[in-house]
C-alpha cells in the first residue's frame, strides 16, 4: 500500500468552516411557519447556534457558518474525520405560553455531514442533505477503546430481527456514533451494504451445500443486524504491523456476547456523566468468530467479505488461532457497561470494517469486539467451561463481516509491467521478414543473367546472319544449321565474348552454391566434389531452360507440387513418432513445422515438449524461450517458462512468468493452479492458497455456466423433439418401429455424452467433490510436501492384484467402438479437481517434476479414499520415470476402485508390451477396444495390438490387423497405419488393396523402407518387372533394417528371377 506522507511532527491547526445556506419543506409541529433555529455538533462538542428566523411558505434562509480547528498532533483528528459526521439538530421555537418565561423548544429533526472528503484531498464541497424526524429511536453506544499498543472496536445495540422479515434490497450503512436521536440521521449518505454473491466471498460458509442453509437462516430465521460502518485512518507505522500481525497469525478474533442494557438517559444530559452512573453487568453466550485476515495480503486485494461461524469462547484456542492469551473483555471491563469517551489517539489504529447482517439466534442486545493488532503475551490461559456458548455450534450461528481498504496492503503488478519485464527477460522477436539475399533471390538473379546473356548471343546472332533470313536465303537443312552454330561458337571465342559470358554467369552461379546449397568450404574428398557437380550441373540446366522457355514464350513444364500435409498432420506425426519411441524421426517433422513457419509459437512450444520428453532441459528452455519471443501472450509457453525457471532456482523470473500468464488470461484456471504450486514449493503458503482458492471459485463458475447452457440445450431439444399426432390407424402398425427407433436414437446419445468433450472445458474442470475446512488448509502445505517424498522416493506397496479374463477371439475382427454402441455406459465420469487438471496437463508436455505435487494435493485435498483415476494418473508418471514395478502397483489398486476404466487396461498393455509379454499385452488392448469411451492413447494402442496380430502369421490375425490398423486410419491417418492395412492386405492375399494402402502411405511418407520394400513384393507379384526394381532400389538406398523382409524380397526375386538389378 502506498503510504500517505504525512508530517505528524509539525504542530499546526487547519480550520474546517461549515455553512448551513438554507432549509426546505419546513413544517412545525403546530404551525405550518415555526420559528426555527439550527445547532451544530461535532465530536460531541456544541460549535453554534443560528439566529431565530422564521419560516415563510416552507423555506428559510439561514446563511449560517460555524468553523473548528483540526489539529494534526498525532492522528486522532484524522480519525475522527473520517468516522465522524457533523450533526446538525434542527429546533422549533414553540410559543412562550402565560406565567412561563422561558421558550420552551422541540426537536424538529437530524441531519449529519459526511467529513471524508476532507481527508481524501477535496478542500470545499458542497452538498444537499436531508433532514430525518426523530422518532425515539434507542439511543445507541458507540466503544472505541485503545491501550499503548492496540485499538478495540466495539459495534453494539444489535437490531432484531423477527422470524420471516426479508431483508430490505437496499440497507444503508449506520454512523457508529451515539449522539443521533433521529432514525434516518444514523445512516451514511450514499454508503449503502452491496450485495454479494455467496461463491464470491471469503468466509467459510460460501460452499454450494451451504446456500440453501445460508438463504433460509438469512430470511425466514430469528436473526440480528448492525449495518454500522466504522472507518480508520491507518498511517505507515500501523499498516506495516498490520501486515506483520496477518503474515504471523493470519486470524482476527470477533467477540460476540450479550450485556446487559444500559438504561436510558434524560434528554439534555451529556456523554461524560453517562460513564459515570453505569455500572459493570455479567455477561452471557460468549462466543468468538475466527477470521481469516490472509486475503488482504493477496497482491491487489482490498476487500474481504463472509460468514464466519461462532464458537465458544475459550481462550487456548484464541490463543493456539491468534497468538492472543487475553480477552477483550477481561482485557478492558468498561466494555461490557456503557460508552467511554475516546482516548488519544496513538500511532496504533485499525482497518475500516463494514459490519454486516449475522447470526442466526437473536438475542436483545448483543455486541461485537473486533481485535486487531496483538503484541502481548501476559496473562495465562484458561479452560472455564462456556455452557452458553456451545448453543452457537448447535444452533449453527454465524456472522457476516466485511473488511475493506482504501488501497490494497500488496500492490498488484499491473499488466503493463509485466509485459515490460517479460520483454526484459526475453525480448519479442519481430515476424521473421523474406531473406532478400536468400535461395529465391540467387535463382532470381541466376534467371536475370542468362536472359541477358540469351540476349547478346540473339543480337550477335541477327547480326551473322539475319540478312540471309529476311531475304529467305537461309537454309534450314540440318548440315547448314550446324555450320552456322559453329560460325557464331567460333565469332564468340575469337571475340572474347564467350569468356565474357563466363565471368557474367560466375557470381550468380556461386550465389546458387552458397544459398540454395549452403556449400561455403571446400570439398576434401574428390568423389564428393564430383557427386555434387554433377547436381549442379543438372540444376543449372534446367533453370537455364525454364529462363528460356519464358523468354521465348514455351510453355513451362508443370511446377513440382507443393506438399499437401499441414502443420497439424506433421504434429500428429511427430508424436506418432514419440510414442514409438523413433525420437529421430519426431524431431525431423518438428524441425519441418519451423522450417515452415519459425513465426508460430505454437511450433515452438511442441518442439520445447519434445525436448522435455527427452529431459533436454537447456534445449526446451530455449524453445519455450522462442515461442514466447514470437508471441509475448501465449500462455502455455509462459508457464513452462516458469516452471523450467523455478527447477533453475531463478523464483524471480519464475514468478513475473506465472503472472503474465494470468494476466493475459485471468480465467485461466491451469495458470492459477500452477502457480500455486509454485508459491507451495518456496513456502509461500497465503499466496498458494489464495492461488489455489481463485482456481476453484474460476472452476465454479465454469461449471455454473456450462450446466446452464446444458439445461438450455436440452429443453431446446425438448421442444424440437415434440412428436406429431397420428392416426389411430397408424399407432398399431408404426409400434414396433418407434420402438426400434427410440432404442437407436438413445444409445448414441449416452454414446455422445460420454465421448464427446464438453465444449467449455479447456482449462476449466469439474470442481473437487469435497473442500476443506480452514484448519486442514492450513497445514496441508506441510503435508503436501511430505507426500512429494513418499511419491519421488517411497515404494508404494499395494498388495492387490487384477485377475484378467482371457479375451475370446471372434471370427471376423476385434470389435471396434466404431459400428456399434453398447446399451450403457462403461465407466462413470466424475469431475476433475484443479490439482488433477494440472497433473494431466504437466504429464502432457512431459513436466514430470510438477506433476507429483499436483498428485499430493489432490490425495489431501479428497477425503475420501483416492480415485482410480488418480491412481491411473500416478501410474503413467511411473512409467515415464520408467519404474514399471510401481506402476503395475497404482493400475492394481486403480482396478480394485473401478474396473471399468479403460485407461487402466490400456496402461497394463503397455507394460506387457514393453516387457515383451505379447500375448498378455494383446489381451489388454482387446479389453480396452470393449469399451465405449477411448482411451487416453488410443493410437498407439492401435498401432501395438496390429503389430501383435501380424506377428502371429495366421489368417484370422492378419484379418484382425486389417481391421484394426483400418480403424485407426479412418481415425488419424499416418504412414504407420496405411502401412500396417497393407501388409495385412499382402499376407491375405489381395494385392490390389495392398497396393492401394502402401501408396497412401508413401503419400503421407515416402522415406519409410517398408513401405517401398511390400511395394517391391506387390510388384514381384504382379509381374511388373520395372516398377519391382525401382522399388527395391528406394528400399535399399533408404536402408531397410528389416532383415525377415529384405530376406523374404530376395527369395522371392530368385524364384521369379527379376526385381534385383545385381542378379
Known amino acids: ?245 496477518i503474515a504471523e497469525s493470519m486470524y482476527f478474533a470477533v467477540e460476540i456476547k450479550r450485556v446487559p442494557f444500559a438504561p436510558a438517559v434524560k434528554a439534555g444530559g451529556k456523554s461524560s456523566k453517562i460513564d459515570k452512573t453505569e455500572e459493570e453487568g455479567p455477561t452471557s453466550f460468549h462466543g468468538v468468530a475466527y477470521v481469516n485476515m490472509a486475503p488482504l495480503l493477496y497482491p491487489g486485494v482490498k476487500r474481504i467479505r463472509g460468514a464466519y461461524p461462532i464458537f465458544p469462547f475459550n481462550e487456548a484456542e484464541i490463543f493456539e488461532k491468534t497468538k492472543r492469551r487475553k480477552s477483550l473483555h477481561r482485557d478492558a471491563p468498561g466494555l461490557t457497561g456503557g460508552s467511554k469517551g475516546l482516548s488519544p489517539h496513538s500511532k496504533f489504529s485499525i482497518i475500516k470494517i463494514k459490519d454486516d447482517k449475522a447470526m442466526k439466534d437473536a438475542y436483545k442486545k448483543n455486541s461485537v469486539i473486533m481485535k486487531t493488532l496483538v503484541t502481548e503475551h501476559e496473562t495465562e490461559m484458561s479452560a472455564a467451561v462456556n455452557i452458553d456458548g456451545d448453543q452457537y455450534v448447535e444452533a449453527r450461528s454465524y456472522i457476516v463481516l466485511e473488511f475493506s481498504l482504501a488501497k490494497p496492503l500488496v500492490q498488484k503488478r499491473l499488466r503493463e509491467e509485466l509485459v515490460k519485464r517479460i520483454a526484459e527477460i526475453i525480448p519479442p522477436r519481430p515476424l521473421f521478414p523474406r531473406r532478400t539475399g536468400g535461395a529465391d533471390k540467387a535463382v532470381s538473379d541466376y534467371h536475370n543473367q542468362i536472359i541477358s546473356v540469351a540476349r547478346v548471343i540473339m543480337d550477335e546472332y541477327q547480326e551473322m546472319f539475319g540478312r540471309k533470313l529476311v531475304e529467305g536465303k537461309l537454309s534450314q537443312e540440318y548440315q547448314d544449321q550446324e555450320e552456322r552454330k559453329h560460325k557464331l561458337i567460333f565469332e564468340l571465342n575469337t571475340s572474347g565474348k564467350y569468356f565474357a559470358f563466363k565471368e557474367q554467369l560466375k557470381h550468380a552461379v556461386v550465389k546458387i552454391v552458397r544459398e540454395k546449397y549452403m556449400q561455403t568450404v571446400a570439398f576434401e574428398d574428390r568423389e564428393q566434389l564430383q557427386t555434387f557437380l554433377n547436381e549442379l550441373y543438372i540444376y543449372l540446366v534446367d533453370q537455364m531452360h525454364c529462363c528460356l522457355h519464358k523468354l521465348l514464350q514455351v510453355d513451362p513444364p508443370n511446377p513440382i507440387p507443393e506438399s499437401f500435409l499441414d502443420s497439424a498432420e506433421l504434429k500428429h506425426f511427430a508424436k506418432e513418432a514419440e510414442m514409438i519411441k523413433n525420437f529421430e524421426l519426431a524431431n525431423k517433422y518438428h524441425l519441418e513445422r519451423l522450417t515452415r513457419d519459425k513465426s508460430n509459437a505454437e511450433h515452438w512450444y511442441d518442439y520445447g515438449t519434445f525436448h522435455l520428453l527427452l529431459t533436454d532441459y537447456a534445449k526446451a528452455e530455449e524453445c519455450f524461450r522462442e515461442a514466447v519471443a514470437v508471441n509475448q501472450e501465449h500462455i502455455y509457453s509462459l508457464i513452462l517458462c516458469g516452471i523450467l525457471a523455478c527447477l533453475n532456482d531463478h523464483c524471480e523470473d519464475a514468478d513475473s512468468f506465472f503472472e503474465s500468464a494470468r494476466s493475459f488470461e485471468p480465467s485461466s484456471v491451469l495458470a492459477w493452479t500452477i502457480q500455486g504450486l509454485f508459491y507451495e514449493s518456496r513456502d509461500r503458503t497465503i499466496l498458494s492458497e489464495m492461488a489455489f482458492a481463485e482456481a476453484k471459485k474460476l472452476q465454479t463458475s465454469a461449471e455454473a455456466l456450462k450446466r446452464s447452457l446444458d439445461e438450455e440445450f436440452a429443453d431446446k431439444l425438448k421442444v424440437t423433439e415434440v412428436p406429431a399426432r397420428e392416426p389411430e390407424n397408424d399407432k398399431k402398425d408404426n409400434q414396433t418401429v418407434l420402438d426400434v427407433s427410440d432404442a437407436v436414437t438413445h444409445e448414441p446419445s449416452i454414446a455422445q455424452s460420454v465421448t464427446t468433450p464438453p465444449s467449455l472445458t479447456t482449462d476449466m474442470v469439474s470442481k473437487s467433490i469435497l473442500s476443506v475446512s480452514s484448519k486442514r488448509r492450513k497445514s496441508s502445505i506441510k503435508e503436501a ?110 482396478g480394485r476402485i473401478n474396473h471399468q476404466n479403460p485407461d487402466i487396461w490400456a496402461l497394463l498393455g503397455h507394460l506387457s508390451y514393453m516387457n515383451e509379454n505379447y500375448t498378455q499385452a494383446k489381451e489388454y488392448y482387446e479389453r480396452t477396444m470393449c469399451y465405449v469411451n477411448d482411451t487416453f492413447d488410443m493410437h498407439v494402442i492401435c498401432l501395438r495390438l496390429g503389430s501383435i496380430y501380424l506377428q502371429e502369421d495366421q489368417i484370422q490375425s492378419y484379418k484382425s490387423a486389417k481391421s484394426i490398423y483400418y480403424f485407426a486410419s479412418q481415425k488419424a491417418p499416418s504412414c504407420l497405419t496405411w502401412l500396417g492395412v497393407g501388409i495385412a492386405c499382402y499376407r491375405l492375399n489381395e494385392l490390389t488393396d495392398a497396393e492401394d494402402a502402401l501408396c497412401e502411405a508413401n503419400i503421407l511418407c515416402n522415406n519409410n523402407a517398408e513401405v517401398w520394400g511390400y511395394l517391391s513384393l506387390v510388384c514381384l507379384k504382379t509381374g511388373r518387372k520395372l516398377e519391382a526394381e525401382q522399388t527395391y532400389k528406394y528400399a535399399i538406398k533408404l536402408s531397410l533394417e528389416n532383415k525377415l523382409l529384405l530376406d523374404e524380397i530376395h527369395q522371392l526375386q530368385k524364384t521369379l528371377g527379376f526385381g534385383n538389378p545385381a542378379l
Open 1 to 245: 500500500m502506498e503510504n500517505p506522507e504525512v508530517d505528524f511532527k509539525i504542530h499546526r491547526s487547519v480550520p474546517v468552516q461549515i455553512t448551513v445556506l438554507r432549509g426546505s419543506n419546513f413544517k412545525g409541529s403546530k404551525v405550518d411557519n415555526p420559528m426555527t433555529y439550527v445547532r451544530a455538533e461535532y465530536n460531541t462538542f456544541q460549535l453554534g447556534d443560528s439566529g431565530k428566523m422564521q419560516v415563510t411558505d416552507g423555506e428559510i434562509e439561514y446563511n449560517f457558518t460555524i468553523s473548528f480547528d483540526c489539529t494534526f498532533d498525532g492522528i486522532q483528528e484524522l480519525d475522527n474525520l473520517v468516522h465522524k459526521p457533523v450533526i446538525l439538530t434542527v429546533f422549533e421555537v414553540l410559543p412562550k405560553e402565560k406565567k412561563k418565561k422561558e421558550e420552551k423548544t422541540l426537536v424538529l429533526g437530524q441531519a449529519t455531514v459526511d467529513l471524508l472528503p476532507l481527508v481524501q484531498g477535496e478542500c470545499k464541497f458542497t452538498k444537499t442533505i436531508t433532514i430525518h424526524p426523530v422518532g425515539g429511536a434507542p439511543l445507541e453506544q458507540t466503544i472505541s477503546e485503545e491501550t499503548k499498543k492496540e485499538l478495540r472496536v466495539v459495534f453494539p445495540n444489535g437490531i432484531l430481527k423477527a422470524a420471516g422479515e426479508k431483508e430490505s434490497s437496499i440497507r444503508p450503512k449506520r454512523w457508529p456514533i451515539s449522539n443521533v436521536t433521529a432514525p434516518g440521521a444514523q445512516n451514511i449518505a450514499d454508503s449503502f451494504i452491496e450485495i454479494c454473491r455467496y461463491e464470491d466471498e471469503d468466509g467459510e460458509l460460501n460452499r454450494k451445500e451451504d446456500w440453501a442453509f445460508r438463504t433460509e437462516t438469512e430470511n425466514e430465521k430469528k436473526r440480528v443486524t448492525w449495518n454500522i460502518e466504522r472507518r480508520c485512518f491507518m498511517e505507515p507505522e500501523a499498516l506495516l504491523r498490520l501486515q506483520k500481525h
Open 785 to 894: 510436501t511430505k507426500i512429494i517424498e513418499v511419491l519421488e522416493g517411497s515404494e508404494r506397496k499395494i498388495g492387490s492384484t487384477i485377475d484378467v479374463p482371457t479375451v475370446i477371439q471372434q471370427d471376423d475382427a476385434v470389435p471396434t467402438p466404431v459400428h456399434e454402441q453398447p446399451p450403457r455406459e462403461t465407466i462413470h465420469r466424475h469431475t476433475r479437481s484443479i490439482f488433477m487438471q494440472a497433473a494431466l496437463f504437466l504429464l502432457e508436455v512431459n513436466a514430470l517434476q510438477f506433476v507429483s505435487r499436483a498428485l499430493a494435493h489432490e490425495l489431501i485435498f479428497t477425503e475420501i479414499e483416492p480415485s482410480s483415476e488418480y491412481h491411473v494418473v500416478l501410474a503413467r508418471l511411473y512409467i515415464k520415470q520408467e519404474e514399471f514395478g510401481k506402476a503395475e502397483e497404482c493400475l492394481a489398486e486403480a
